[in-house]
């Protein structure tokens, strides 16, 4: 590993890294005979989970003959110290084809004196501060490395990463639950959503999001046991390998003055990583956030039909269809499709990705950093592909059992886009965000309204 001259001032280092975690890094390296400095090009960012990541060199012990290490100090709440623990296993468990997809840790972890927090290093991703979150690609020149690099994660985390087929039968109750509260804060943030998009509705089991849409089951109620569409229904799971919270600010990508390398991706931040999870579980974190990210280049009609493109992944998609978002649909819903195919499990991966598709977007309806609007839509594409689900599975919706909901208004439709009368209805609309100031890709759950943690990375936060 690289190493530069780096600073030794210990007051510059509190500052850059907080005096509590440069004191705690400090008695660690004396107690290990080893020295902490700063390095002359040095990082530093804020997730939105509170953590701070900022780069340091660690003297290696000269009696043990180590080398020097530039790393990220990442310091996490001491609640969190599973991460070091899921992040490990990761590595430790990935075949040798994509263990180098995944930035290593180094050393063991440091807990700041109180026990508040806890510091654990990890290598630069790629070796150099060149590297860049994937969601800070620019749409407008850079539009094809992002999508080359979202193809290409998605293709290696399906193939290289999980070779085996593992399946197992899952109830559709228990798995769309998993499915929605994994990482959730609480059922709390659920409730508001559906309170905010389907006010009349909270607990009808059918509804229909608008005119244009069909009657489906009520995505908000598809945590709750007894749902008449799914009680006492079972689908084979393929599992395997998972980061879980697979959005484009968790994959790093090499950004130099030959523009991004699409083949160079890095996954971080692997805090919720499971051995045996959903497959669908990072392809459709990885599908939807790159949709959020397109969002606000989408005309009205695009973003209709993405609702059916999605949902329909085999079907060739709508002319109308941003071409690029076309191609990663097919290519993201292909890559595991293949091999689900040659073992006959066709079938259940498209039941599958309908569930894990819905359940996502349920989840991205909580998220309190993604305008109204767009949460609207995301109501609306789990309302679909629970109802695609229902027809695939041969589950006899009845036409008449809900009405033309008098669900969510985005009243910045209208106005940024010139939308259609779609969505329109008696309800009065629910405050929207705004779509300008929208940092898209940042997807960390917090209540809507939540003040937003400084970045410290450039970026702007919602
Ligand atoms: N190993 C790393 N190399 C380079 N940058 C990193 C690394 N780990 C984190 N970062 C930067 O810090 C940000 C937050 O880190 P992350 O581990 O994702 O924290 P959080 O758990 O809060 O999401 C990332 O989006 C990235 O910009
Ligand atoms: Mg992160």
């Known amino acids: 590993m690289f190493s530069s001259p780096g600073s030794d001032d210990k007051r510059e280092r509190a500052l850059f890294l907080g005096s509590d975690v440069s004191d705690a890094l400090d008695l660690w390296a004396e107690l290990e005979n080893r020295r902490i400095s700063l390095p002359s090009d040095r990082v530093k960012s804020k997730g ?36 070091v623990r899921n992040h490990r296993e990761a590595v430790l468990n990935a075949p040798p084809e994509f263990v180098d997809r995944l930035v290593k ?10 026990g508040a927090k806890i510091v654990f290093f990890q290598d630069v991703a790629g070796g150099t501060t060149k590297y860049r979150p994937v969601s800070q690609l620019c749409l407008d020149d850079e539009v094809e490395d992002l999508v080359d690099t979202v193809a290409g994660v998605s293709m290696a985390v399906a193939t290289l990463w999980n070779r085996k087929i593992t399946v197992r039968p899952i109830p559709v109750e228990q798995f769309l639950r998993t499915e929605i509260q994994h990482l959730s804060s609480g059922a709390g943030s659920l409730d508001r959503a559906a309170a905010e998009f389907l006010p009349h509705a909270v607990s009808v089991p059918w509804v229909r999001t608008t005119k244009d849409d069909p009657i489906a089951p009520n995505p908000f109620m598809a945590t709750e ?55 669908t579980r990072d392809q459709c974190m990885l599908l939807l956030s790159t949709v959020v990210l397109f969002w606000r280049t989408l005309a009205t009609r695009e973003r209709k039909a993405l609702l059916t493109a999605i949902c329909d992944p085999h079907r060739e998609p709508d002319a109308g269809l941003d071409r690029r978002l076309a191609w990663l649909i097919g290519q993201m819903y292909g890559a595991t499709n293949r091999l689900a195919d040659q073992n006959n499990f066709g079938q259940a991966w498209y039941r599958q990705y309908l569930l894990g598709i819905a359940a996502t977007a349920v989840r991205f309806t909580t998220f309190g950093n993604i305008p109204a609007e767009v949460r609207w839509w995301f ?77 410290q990375d450039g970026s702007v936060a919602p």
């Not at 780069?55 to 991460?83: T, Y």
């Not at 079972?234 to 879980?244: A, D, R, W």
């Open 48 to 83: 939105f989970t509170g953590a701070s990541v900022a780069s340091v060199i660690v003297h290696g012990d000269p009696e043990r003959h180590e080398d020097d290490r530039n790393v990220m100090a990442k310091a996490v709440p001491f609640a969190d110290r599973d991460e």
């Open 379 to 455: 109501v609306r594409l789990a309302a679909r592909a629970l109802r695609r689900y229902c027809d695939e599975a041969g589950i006899v919706v009845d036409d008449r059992l809900a009405p033309a909901a008098p669900g969510y208004t985005p009243s910045s439709d209208k106005r940024s886009t010139g939308a259609d009368a779609e969505g329109q209805s008696a309800m009065p609309a629910v405050g929207t965000g705004n779509l300008d100031g929208f940092v898209l890709g940042r997807l960390h759950q917090h209540p809507p309204g939540r003040t937003s943690p400084d970045r």
């Open 225 to 279: 046991e007894g749902h008449p569409a799914f009680e006492g229904r079972s689908i084979e799971v393929l599992g395997g390998f998972s980061h879980g919270d697979l959005h484009l600010d968790n994959v790093m990508v090499l950004r130099d003055e030959l523009g991004a390398h699409p083949g160079s991706f890095r996954l971080i931040d692997l805090r919720t990583y499971e051995e045996n999870a959903p497959r």
């Open 105 to 114: 840790l180094h050393f063991g972890p440091v807990v700041v004196a109180d």
